[in-house]
């Protein structure tokens, strides 16, 4: 793990200057309209309040010269409307993205210096901007696409399924074998050929082949792809003979890694949030140490996608700002 004491994840000056270097590696662009005209302006004072009786010192603002607006780099973002200083939000982003099981909201509550409340806000709005921002299809021509589904949460009157805790949930999963990279979904609602296919139709490269397990439902939407596979695991045949690249193993590694970490660390997660906390095992999977992508390099990815979200950030999601 890179160095938590790094200037960016202790100083304020620092971590906007990252997000900065990030977001504009040619120099400011104007939020309003788009213009890299820009000029940037001394430190600015705010409005007076109680707590600032000078006004409270902004720096960063920068001026566009077309539509003479001010702004900064997390104007609109959710840094801009939160009361964490940004530092801290560099850190909790780098800490989430670099262990990989994940980290509890107690943990980075601790380790960051906000309440548990604040630390628990953060990290969902972390996993929110871990969501993919491309959801076109994955494969394509010559392309091996392994879907699969499993189950995460209890079933309706086993043991610890208190009301409001995780109801038993079906995740159907696909792994793109040339980018290595894994995108997931809770299922919801009837699980059929038509559903399903519903979905892999919009999520896979029909020149895919596709690599399945024997269950029914994919035998209908499967015809349509270049080729499909259906593994059969009742009679432990994980790998055939013919050949050997007829398999899902990848998919299943993936779900090893999601529920090992669900159960060591998440094991709390409420229903409403288990979309969030697949997205975060999809991101940090899609952008493993494997395919070639380190800590800081995974976190500079999802401070982007933080404020790349800045239009379409709604309340809606049940989350207040912290
Ligand atoms: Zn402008």
Same mark, same amino acid.
């Given at each position: 793990?890179?160095?938590?004491?790094?200037?960016?994840?202790?100083?304020?000056?620092?971590?906007?200057?990252?997000?900065?270097?990030?977001?504009?590696?040619?120099?400011?662009?104007?939020?309003?309209?788009?213009?890299?005209?820009?000029?940037?302006?001394?430190p600015?004072?705010?409005?007076?309040?109680?707590?600032?009786?000078?006004?409270?010192?902004?720096?960063?603002?920068?001026?566009?010269?077309?539509?003479?607006?001010?702004?900064?780099?997390?104007?609109?973002?959710?840094?801009?409307?939160?009361?964490?200083?940004l530092?801290?939000?560099?850190? +909790?982003?780098?800490?989430?993205?670099?262990?990989?099981?994940?980290?509890?909201?107690h943990?980075?509550?601790?380790?960051?210096?906000?309440t548990?409340?604040?630390?628990?806000?953060?990290?969902?709005?972390?996993r929110?901007?871990?969501?993919?921002?491309?959801?076109?299809?994955?494969?394509?021509?010559?392309?091996?696409?392994?879907?699969?589904?499993?189950?995460?949460?209890?079933?309706?009157?086993?043991?610890?399924?208190?009301?409001?805790?995780?109801r038993?949930?079906?995740?159907?999963?696909?792994?793109?074998?040339?980018?290595?990279? /894994?995108?997931?979904?809770?299922?919801?609602?009837?699980?059929? /050929?038509?559903t399903?296919?519903?979905?892999?139709?919009?999520?896979?490269?029909?020149?895919?082949?596709?690599?399945?397990?024997?269950?029914?439902?994919?035998?209908?939407?499967?015809?349509?792809?270049?080729?499909?596979?259906?593994?059969a695991? +009742?009679?432990?045949?994980?790998?055939?003979?013919?050949?050997?690249?007829?398999?899902?193993n990848?998919?299943?590694?993936?779900?090893?890694?999601?529920?090992?970490?669900m159960?060591?660390?998440?094991?709390?997660?409420?229903?409403?949030?288990?979309?969030?906390?697949?997205?975060?095992?999809?991101?940090?999977?899609s952008?493993?140490?494997?395919?070639?992508?380190?800590d800081?390099?995974?976190?500079?990815i999802?401070?982007?996608?933080?404020?790349?979200?800045?239009?379409?950030?709604?309340?809606?999601?049940?989350?207040?700002t912290?």
């Open positions: 793990m890179e160095n938590i004491y790094a200037p960016r994840f202790q100083n304020e000056d620092a971590a906007r200057e990252h997000l900065e270097a990030l977001h504009w590696p040619d120099g400011p662009v104007c939020p309003h309209c788009e213009s890299g005209n820009t000029k940037r302006l001394p600015q004072r705010g409005r007076k309040t109680k707590a600032h009786p000078e006004g409270a010192l902004r720096k960063g603002v920068v001026q566009c010269n077309r539509c003479r607006k001010q702004f900064t780099v997390t104007v609109g973002t959710v840094f801009e409307s939160s009361k964490v200083p530092h801290k939000w560099l850190l +909790a982003t780098h800490l989430i993205v670099s262990s990989k099981k994940g980290i509890s909201a943990q980075l509550h601790r380790m960051i210096g906000v548990y409340k604040t630390a628990w806000f953060m990290a969902h709005r972390i929110e901007a871990m969501k993919p921002s491309d959801n076109g299809p994955v494969g394509g021509p010559g392309s091996d696409v392994e879907a699969d589904e499993t189950y995460y949460g209890k079933r309706p009157g086993e043991e610890n399924n208190r009301l409001g805790m995780l038993r949930n079906r995740i159907v999963s696909l792994v793109d074998r040339a980018t290595g990279r /894994a995108t997931s979904i809770v299922f919801n609602g009837t699980f059929n /050929a038509n399903l296919g519903a979905y892999l139709f919009t999520r896979v490269d029909r020149r895919s082949r596709l690599l399945t397990d024997e269950h029914q439902a994919y035998k209908r939407p499967g015809r349509d792809f270049a080729a499909h596979v259906h593994v695991h +009742a009679r432990d045949e994980w790998v055939s003979e013919h050949d050997r690249t007829a398999h899902t990848t998919v299943e590694g993936f779900f090893g890694i999601f529920k090992r970490g159960r060591g660390i998440y094991q709390h997660c409420g229903q409403q949030h288990l979309a969030r906390y697949l997205a975060e095992f999809d991101f940090r999977y952008n493993r140490v494997g395919l070639g992508i380190n800081a390099e995974r976190a500079d999802a401070l982007k996608g933080i404020s790349g979200k800045r239009l379409t950030y709604r309340r809606t999601n049940g989350l207040a912290a």
